[in-house]
Every structure is written in C-alpha cells, then in structure tokens.
C-alpha cells in the first residue's frame, strides 16, 4: 500500500513542475475511495445528538431534552450519543465514527438560508462563492475519480460549479413533509378561511418527525440508492445526500430523536449497501450551525451557532470525540445563548476530505475554502 | 394587490420571473388582444380535428365491420376499443401538455384563460370514449380561434365540433319526419328518433341559462331543428370527411319550427344556424354569460354593478367578444385590492410552474397533478364543466394535496431560486408580513419555494 506522504509529496512536485495547473492531479493512481456528505437543512442541535452530559451545566439548561441522555452509555468523561444513534454508536465502538464538537462555518448570524450558502459554497459569509466546495473538491482530484452525483432531484449548491454533476432522485427521497406541514399551519394562522380548512386537514393527521414518518425507512431507501450509486467502479466517487427536518423550534425531543432514528437507519443501509468498501469510505454528517443552549418556550430551541459534526467510515480514525469544550456556563456562551464554536468546521472537512483521498492539504484547504486564511487544519482523521 | 399584481393573478396566471410591472396594467391586458396567437407551435403540434376524428371513425366503422362479420363479435370488438382506448388517451395527454405548456410560457396570459374559461363554459368530457381523443381537439379547433371573435362565432363552431355531437348524442338524433326516420318507422327495427340532449343543454348552459325562460317545447323544437347535425362516418348517412361535422338531410326532421315564440322555416342546415344565430344575441345569454364571466375573473358571487356593466357591453355589441372583455376590465370592481378568488387547481398548478421559472412540463407528470388535486383536464363529469366558485375545491384535503405537489413540483425546479427574492418579484408590495417572515424563517431554499406556492397570496388571486 502506498503512504499517503508519498502521495502528498508526489504530487507538490508535480505541481510545481505544471505551474498553474487549473487541476491539480496529486494522485496519480486510480483510488477506491469512496465520500459522501450528508447535510442536515436547518441547523440540528449538537448538543441533543451528542450531548456533553458531564458539563456541569448540561442538564440545568437542557430541562427536557437532557431526559433523552438519562440512562445512555458515555462514549467518553464527557460525551453521550443520542439512544437512536445505535447504528452510529456501534461504528464508535468499532473505531469507525468521529465526532467534532462545538464546531461551525465562519458564518455567524442565525438564517438558514444564508448559513446553508456559506456551509456548501465554503465561502467566508454568505453569497460571496458561486459555485460548490464539493465541486472544486471536484477539480483537485485526479480526473478518473472527479464524478460526483446528488441523491437529489436538483443538484444542491455544494456540489454546483464548473465541473458537471449528475443528480438522481427516485420518487421515494425522505422528504420533509410533516416539517412543512407544521410550517404551513403557521403560514396560515392569520389567515381564517386557510387557518379553518387546515385545521379540518390535519386535525386527523399526525405530525411525527420526518425521517421517521415512516420508521426510517425511507432514509434507509435513500442510504441503500446512494450505496448502489457510489458503489461500480465506474459509478460516482463523490455523492451528496440532503436531509431536512431538523428545524425544531417546538416539541424537539420527539422530532429530533425520530431524525436521528432515520440518519441511523441511511448510514445503516449506506455502509450495508457498500460492503468491503466501507473499508475505503468517509461520510461526512454536518449542518448550518447549531441551537441555543436553553430549551425555549415550546420544548424546542431556537437557532444558535456551534454545533456538531460527524465523519463515518471504515477510513475514519474513529473512536473519539475533537472538543476543545467551551462549556456550558452562561459566561462561556456565544452572545449568552449558543454553544460557543472552537473548532472551524472548513479546517474539519478540509483536513478529512485531504487525508482520505491523499491530496496535499495546504492546497485542498485553500481550494475548497477559500476565503478561509490560514486556519490550523484538523489532522489526523483518518486511518494511515 | 397592487394593479399590477391584480392584471398578472386576476386576469392573468401568474407572473414569471423577470416580469416587468407594466406602466398601464389595463393596457397590457388589452394589448394582448393584439399578441394572442391561436396556434403556438407547442399547439398546432397536436392532432387536429380532422385526425382526430378521422381515428374514431375509423374505430366505429371497424367495430359495425367486426360485428357483421363475426357471430362471435366479442373478442375483435374488445380489441378495437382497447385500441381507440390507448389510442385517444394517448392523444389526449399529449393535448394536456401542450394546454399546460402553451399556458406556462405564454405572455398573453389574459387571452390563455380565456380560452380555458370558453373550454369549460362549453365543457366536453373525456369519460366518454368519444371526447378522449377528441377533447383537445376541441379547445384547439372550436375555441382558440374564436376567442376574440364575436360569441355567435364560437357558438357556431362549438356546436358543429365533432366532440360536441357525439358527447351530447346530437350525432344519432333522428328526426321522426325525416327519410331515416320514416324507413326506420315503417321497417319496424330498432328505434331511432330525437335527441333532446344537445338542444337543452345549448339552452341551459351554452346560452340563456337555466331558468331564463324557455320550456319544454322549445327544447324539442330547438332538438328537431338540429336533427341532421351530425359527425360524418358515424351519425349514419351523411357525406363529408369521416370525423368531421356533416349536415345528414335525410335525418333531418321537415318543417318550420317555432322556439321561444319565434319562427324558423329554413330549411336544413340553416335551421339550427338561425336559432344559434339568435340565441347568441339574446338579452338572457348575455346575462347568463356576464355572470358567469364575473364569477370566474373577479368573485364566487358576482357584484351586480359589475354582471350589468358587461351584459351592456355584451348587447350593445352583440356579443363582441374583445368589447365584453374590455368592459370587464374598465370595471372599477374588477380591480378591488383584496383578492376574492381561490385559485382552481388548473390556475394554481400553472401559476406554480410559471413563478418557478419553468418552461416546459412532461404532460403524463402534469395530467397526473391535475386529476390529484381534483380536477382532471377536459373531463368534468358534466356537461356544465367544473363550478367556478371556491367551495368545491378549497377544501382541507384539496389543501392538503396541494401542499404535496408544492413541495414535489419544487424539488424539480433549480435549486437556486430565493423565495424571498422571488416573492417579491412575482408580489411586490402585496406580499403580507407574515408570510415573508414565514419565508424567511423556513428550514432549506426549497422548503420556502414550497410555502411561497401554498402562501395564501399564491393560492388566490
């Protein structure tokens, strides 16, 4: 096998010797590596899948949402994994799962939309990037490997740009139906003749957790389509899968916890799907930004800031947790309301994305994000 | 609503991105008299009413041919119709497409609902076997052409069309006087005589409106009077291209009738053609038609001032269409700023596609919506086409279908439109408070595509 330093310093030289190459081929040799990102639309709260039960204000300020963590087994002195993350759980026993803690994009206001452009397009706020750090991942990777698809219907903004990308959806995507369907009931609560029919609409329509709708099946569908993608040898190397639903201003333990039961039961169905090469596979689980410490009014929380993140894999040096932990204290918070960001989630996923596919750091990082400066890159996450 | 809001949602079907407010709204309504084209390409792609009606007399000859032929005739006769079957439904959701693909492009919008108001006010039905590959056809051929032409013009050629002869039984009706009539009589076969149906329902609906005033005599005078009408290769003995109109003399009942107090002694063809020609102009069909215009453009229960304004201009120019459709437009009521409809499932969908920035839309994918959310294109189950008043659609699972399709109908269009942007472009000033905010807080870009088409100011108009 060869060293992936052998590959780095390969491909420096190589690219010096080309001077501006627009692609930058560091890796000669054909690769069976395998990455998938997985986003979460509308900020998942960190501190409800990955909970730092031994801060010791944890429990004061989660209230209701810390029952979840009551009897679950820690993974370390501090960290506890959310009870629905049983496949998760095991790939942690296994050395197969890492996670980042009180991690966040360079974004630092609290839209959606705006910190899901700034996530995907790796730009340093929003709207300043056109095209996809997914993409430009894309054109620092040697040619053969540079495919890449969106287990999607439309091609989503982190894998847009100049080199083209397929997209595939089948009928049966997870979607986030009961999410819209709650946000719909707000839409039309001014409105009487609306506000009257929709309540007649779902007063016989239970509104579960999206992914779970339907026990996860749907997201074990979605998990085994991107497998069979991503798996031939001349399938995609690269696959980008959108989940949604995690938007939980009201009622959040009971949403959140059937999210996170259906993201287990994809990455379930994905390494099922994927065999021996699981072995040569990273996924990444990230969102926008995180949630507000202190449970709100309606059992939810509001948008906040640092949040966590996830690489999966039999690639991934797994078996721990990267926190430089804030704490939880009302002085150690983030504009007194949100677990205060240590830890950038670009040099996360510029240091993952380099290792796995042995390209040189310095220039993956600077390719992907850009407006980044020099940020210290995260190393050392995956297995040598 | 803004008159610019108004012109492109009220009379319109909706804006399309980089729509720009036109300086005079009531201008670029009438300017589009001037720019209607009949036949877009997309349109006069699709079989015509000569081929389509051609195809289903070929059908009809081959099944009378198979069930001579056969003492069996079962099998040979199932295989003709599960032919025409595939056959015109093909036809028909090929027709569907260009309706919807014609609509969702289209920068004379005013002029497009028009047509479909016209294709529902003189509905045929696609449940029945004949209409299926005829209904498109029908819009295409009967109502396009005329719909800036004057009402007795349309009337004449909605009458005449094949789809209307055989899906309201005018094509068999036989006058008992007649030649066909007389030997049918004396052979002592199967009976064949008048059809009241089209007659009575060019009374009810086409024109003067139930209860306006006619009776039961005038409905059998009026059917007696259009015996002969009848679809060449079909109705029985008349000459001209299969499919298509032909006036059948020998099933024609002799003499003169008397309708609604007056004579007609015309012979034939020309009979019928004089009572259209005087239905057309009739104060009760222009009150009929004003009412129903009223309904659709501006509220479920018309205001009165506003039903007169354009019954006037409906008389004073008998039955221009371009004039009645001005007068509806002068009308200060027309342009209240709330909005009183509730959009149909038809003007939802193709307001959708058009704010999404959508060009062309596959016609099984969008066939399919519309019988989802209730209305099936060309196939209302009556002959009095859908209801135009909102009860019958805004419903809670009507709702609750829509806010299905929203969210599939976005997940097709490019991830890259702003709801927030986009719903100032297609709403400017007239988007409430709380429906921006609910844009803005929603969880993904797509996500608040999919409310911006469910928003109340997205579902009416």
């Not at chain 1, 501006?20 to 890796?27: E, G, I, L, N, T």
């Given at each position: 096998m060869l060293d992936r330093r052998t590959f780095v310093t390969t491909g420096a030289a190589a690219a010096l010797s080309m001077g501006?190459?627009?692609?930058?081929?560091?890796?000669s040799a054909a690769t069976t590596k395998r990455f998938v990102f997985i986003i979460q639309r509308g900020a998942a709260d960190g501190l409800g899948t990955?909970?730092?039960?031994?801060?010791?204000a944890f429990a004061g300020a989660r209230g209701v949402l810390a029952q979840d963590f009551a009897d679950a087994p820690r993974l370390d002195a501090m960290f506890a994994l959310h009870p629905n993350l049983a496949t998760v759980s095991g790939l942690y026993k296994g050395g197969e799962a890492l996670f980042a803690h009180a991690v966040a994009s360079p974004y630092r206001d609290r839209s959606h939309f705006d910190g899901q452009n700034v996530l995907e397009s790796g730009?340093?706020?929003?709207?300043?990037?056109?095209?996809g750090w997914m993409n430009r991942l894309l054109g620092v990777l040697p040619r053969d490997q540079a495919r890449a698809i969106a287990v999607a219907a439309t091609v989503p903004l982190a894998l847009r740009g100049s080199i083209d990308v397929a997209s595939y959806a089948p009928s049966a995507l997870p979607d986030a139906s009961d999410d819209l369907l709650a946000r719909v009931a707000t839409l039309y609560a001014q409105d009487e003749q609306l506000h009257a029919i929709w309540q007649q609409a779902t007063a016989t329509r239970a509104l579960t957790g999206d992914m779970a709708a339907d026990d996860g099946r749907n997201a074990a569908a979605t998990g085994a389509l991107a497998a069979r993608l991503i798996?031939?040898?001349?399938?995609?190397r690269i696959a980008m899968i959108e989940t949604g639903g995690?938007?939980?201003?009201?009622?959040?333990r009971g949403r959140l916890g059937a999210q996170l039961k259906g993201l287990d039961a994809m990455v379930g169905a994905l390494k099922q799907g994927l065999g021996p090469l699981w072995a040569e596979t990273m996924v990444l689980v990230a969102t926008e930004f995180g949630r507000t410490v202190k449970v709100n009014g309606t059992q939810g929380t509001d948008h906040g800031t640092a949040s966590a993140a996830m690489l999966l894999g039999g690639a991934v040096k797994g078996g721990r947790v990267i926190a430089d932990w804030p704490g939880l204290g009302e002085a150690a918070l983030y504009e007194g309301r949100d677990l205060n960001p240590t830890l950038g989630l670009d040099a996360f996923i510029a240091g993952a994305v380099a290792e796995h596919f042995a390209i040189d750091p310095v220039r993956t990082a600077s390719a992907l994000f850009?407006?980044?400066?020099k940020v210290a890159r995260v190393e050392g996450l995956v297995r040598v | 609503m803004t008159p610019t809001v108004i012109a492109w949602n009220r009379f319109g079907l909706g804006a399309r991105p980089g729509a720009v407010a036109p300086a005079d709204a009531k201008r670029w309504l009438i300017d589009q008299f001037d720019r209607?084209?009949?036949?877009?390409p997309v349109i006069a792609a699709q079989a015509t009413t000569a081929q389509a009606g051609a195809a289903f007399a070929e059908y009809r000859a081959e099944r009378r041919a198979a069930r001579r032929m056969a003492t069996d005739a079962g099998p040979l006769d199932r295989s003709a119709r599960m032919a025409m079957r595939v056959d015109g439904r093909d036809r028909y959701r090929d027709a569907i497409g260009a309706r919807a693909n014609a609509a969702i492009v289209s920068d004379t919008p005013f002029a497009e609902r028009l047509v479909h108001f016209w294709a529902n006010h003189f509905a045929v039905s696609a449940e029945k076997l004949a209409v299926v590959g005829l209904a498109g056809a029908f819009e295409f051929d009967a109502i396009r052409p005329h719909v800036l032409g004057s009402f007795g013009a349309m009337l004449g050629a909605v009458e005449r069309h094949p789809a209307m002869l055989l899906y309201l039984d005018q094509a068999q009706s036989v006058g008992p006087g007649s030649r066909v009539g007389q030997r049918v009589a004396a052979g002592g076969k199967r009976k064949r005589g008048i059809n009241e149906n089209l007659a009575r329902e060019i009374l009810?609906?086409?024109?003067?409106?139930?209860?306006s005033g006619y009776d039961q005599s005038d409905v059998t005078e009026f059917a007696r009077a259009l015996t002969g009408w009848t679809v060449a290769g079909i109705g029985g003995r008349a000459n001209g291209d299969p499919g298509g109109f032909a006036f059948a003399p020998a099933m024609h009942e002799p003499g003169a009738r008397t309708i609604l107090g007056a004579r007609y002694a015309q012979d034939g063809e020309a009979q019928a053609d004089a009572v259209l020609a005087a239905l057309a102009v009739h104060p009760a069909t222009a009150r009929h038609v004003a009412t129903k215009l009223a309904r659709h453009f501006?509220?479920?229960?018309?205001?009165p001032a506003l039903v007169t304004r354009i019954e006037q201009a409906f008389l004073e120019s008998n039955g221009d269409l371009p004039t009645i459709y001005r007068a509806l437009i002068d009308a200060p009521e027309a342009w209240a700023?709330?909005?009183a409809k509730f959009k149909t499932p038809w003007e939802w969908s193709i307001s959708a596609m058009r704010g999404l920035g959508l060009r062309e839309i596959a016609a099984q994918q969008f066939a399919g919506l519309q019988q989802q959310l209730g209305q099936p294109v060309?196939?209302?189950?009556?002959?009095?086409?859908?209801?135009?008043?909102a009860g019958r659609w805004a419903a809670p699972d009507a709702l609750v279908r829509r806010v299905e399709a929203a969210e599939r109908l976005v997940s097709r269009a490019?991830?890259?439109?702003d709801a927030r942007e986009r719903s100032q472009a297609l709403f400017a000033d007239s988007l409430s408070a709380a429906t921006q905010q609910q844009l803005a807080r929603a969880e993904s870009a797509q996500q608040a595509l999919a409310l911006m088409l469910v928003s109340p100011e997205f579902l009416r108009r």
């Open positions: 501006f190459a627009p692609r930058m081929s560091f890796a990955l909970a730092p039960v031994g801060d010791p730009g340093a706020a929003a709207y300043r990037i056109k095209d798996a031939p040898d001349n399938g995609a995690w938007d939980t201003h009201a009622g959040q850009p407006q980044s400066g | 209607y084209e009949a036949r877009p009810e609906l086409h024109t003067l409106g139930v209860g501006v509220a479920d229960t018309p205001p700023p709330m909005p060309w196939r209302p189950g009556a002959p009095a086409g859908y209801d135009d008043i490019p991830s890259t439109i």
